[in-house]
């Protein structure tokens, strides 16, 4: 009766039935070797043919997309134009409108001939706007609604008119606001608007029947 145990073969372990047992990480089969030589082999360096035909569509497509955004970007940061005396007069006016519809109280409106912008206060609070200076004498100035208190000079070549102005103008919490006409000068060129009392929009000019 034999009483020492049986030795163990060398590669065999004592695991259960039906468990599988590992490969050797160092041991492929002849088969398996030989497909990964002749896979190897077929791969070609990329260094030999250089980029792929996809790769160089998607970085031109790259280099256009870019182009294109600082293009745009460029433009509009060229493109912003300075705006003009009567954008300017007429943010100056909304402002005004509003001050006096939200503080109930009337707000005047002047324009600063030195500083070159327009002002407005109802008092304890207010605002301002300045023209953009463009190297060109620009002025403001209102008159009266009605033209009987003023006259035409001629200046430049251009008929100017000229009168008594009013220091201020007026705008009420109910929107309204003082009947007057804003008088702009813009070098030699000056342009009068007519602006209605009860909208403090410009007054639409009639046109001559033909």
Same mark, same amino acid.
């Given at each position: ?64 997309? /870019? ?5 745009? @970007? $460029?433009?509009?940061? %060229? =493109? ?8 300017? +007069? ?28 327009? /002002? ?5 609070? @207010? $605002?301002?706007?300045? %023209? =953009? ?8 100035? +209102? ?40 008088? %702009? ?26």
């Amino acid at each position: 009766m034999l009483t020492g145990k049986m030795p163990v073969p060398p590669g065999k372990g004592c695991l259960p039935a039906g468990v599988p047992r590992l490969r050797d990480e160092g041991a492929v089969p002849a088969h398996e070797h030989k497909l990964r030589h002749a896979h190897s082999a077929l791969r070609t360096p990329r260094s030999a043919f250089g980029f792929t035909m996809l790769e160089i569509l998607l970085v031109l497509a790259l280099i256009a997309m /870019l182009t294109s955004v600082m293009v745009v @970007g $460029g433009r509009r940061m %060229f =493109a912003e134009e300075t705006p003009t005396p009567e954008e300017v +007069f007429w943010q100056a006016c909304r402002s005004a409108q509003e001050l006096a519809a939200i503080s109930d109280r009337d707000v005047t409106l002047r324009f600063d001939e030195k500083e070159k912008k327009l /002002l407005w206060t109802n008092g304890t609070s @207010g $605002g301002e706007a300045a %023209f =953009a200076t463009t190297g060109r004498e620009v002025g403001l100035q +209102f008159l009266p609604a009605s033209k009987n208190s003023s006259s035409l000079i001629l200046l430049g070549g251009q008929a100017v008119e000229v009168g008594e102005g009013l220091p201020r103008v007026k705008f009420y919490p109910d929107g309204t606001c003082t009947a007057f006409r804003a008088l %702009f000068r813009i070098g030699a060129a000056s342009r009068s608007i007519a602006i209605d009392p009860w909208t403090c929009a410009p007054v639409l000019e009639k046109k001559e029947a033909q």
